[in-house]
């Protein structure tokens, strides 16, 4: 995925709250990714990304709700070749779901092809008064693999976030975390153990135990709305990977410790534990992994997850629905997206490639978070 120029979330805050002051008086402009209004806000494939799998589908994010009826097969194209005004056009569907534009091929891609993605002008806002100004395009490469396991998990806006929760983000001891931070609807001084310092601009804080920015729901327009947004779209996801029934579900034991765990949708009715002895998930670079947990999830003391085979920690995906959560024991090392529905704890020295999307509370202790 690509954040928009690779800038910092202020960037975009602050982007979004000139365009409300001008939209009054002044016409749209823009480049092709900013617009009155309407901004992408990372794609996937990454502009210019190499050995792209051939089965998965093209997504945009986007900064605003759209009207869901100007996002189609018109607003949102994919052409076979390295330029918009030339090659074949492939033939899919499209869907908006999460502040994402998904476009659906109906066949698989051509191995080692360059594709273009277009989204026209045609996209509008929810409340149909503001247009994208210029059209965004990018393009990638395919590579020869076939992911497997189920379509990753769309996160939409909350993907923004190294750390995401609705209650309390609370931290103690040496704790580093690298990427941007959101709470809502709780306030900023629910942020505890950071000590905290508010921007002029009131849009955003720092910290020195965040290498990004902090947004709260109680700070200065646009923030708390686009992190109502987020709070949305982490919502879906969870209610999106709960619901996955493709493709079929395998089951998922009680203790996963030692087992060697390849791509796939896995399932368990209730707590799940990996103790000391780790677990290993092997697969390729592309392929994906969603675990749907019906209760807790608990990592033992030195418990490490492993990857094998290239697999990547932005391709996992835990979904817990325990009324404790999950727990990640002293010196563990985490890797995979939590989507909790209850709280997250992290005990002392654990070093988690995660990103913590969760609806309760996050509670933190001298631990490494890094977003994958």
Known sequence: MRYLQKLPHIVLVSMLLIVAIFMTGCGGGGSSTTTSSITVLYTTPDINATDVPLNRNINAVLSVALDPLSVNTTTFTLKKGPTQSSGTTVSGTVSYVNSTMIFKPDANLDSNSTYTA?????????????????????????????????????????????????????TAGNTTITGDVGISPAALSDMLGFNVTLDASGTYATSALVTGNIYASDMTPPTPSILSTAVNNMENSYIDAAGRTVPAPQVLAADITGLTITPGLYNAGSDVVINSGGVTLNGGANDVWIFQIGGNLTVGNGAIITLSGGA???????????????????????????????????????????????????????NNVTAP
């Open 118 to 170: 277009t989204i026209s002008t045609g996209v509008q806002n929810a409340t149909g008064t503001a247009s994208l100004a210029t059209e965004y395009v990018w393009s990638f490469k395919t590579g020869t693999t076939i992911a497997l396991g189920p379509d990753p998990v769309n996160l939409g806006t909350a993907g923004m976030y190294t750390v995401l929760a609705k209650t309390a983000i609370i």
């Open 312 to 366: 990547q920690a932005k391709n996992i995906f835990w979904q817990v629905a325990g009324g404790i959560g999950v727990s990640i024991g002293t010196t563990a090392q985490f890797k995979g997206v939590i989507l909790a529905q209850q709280a997250v704890t992290a005990n002392t020295g654990a070093i988690i490639n995660s990103r913590l999307l969760v609806q309760s509370a996050v509670a933190l202790n001298d």
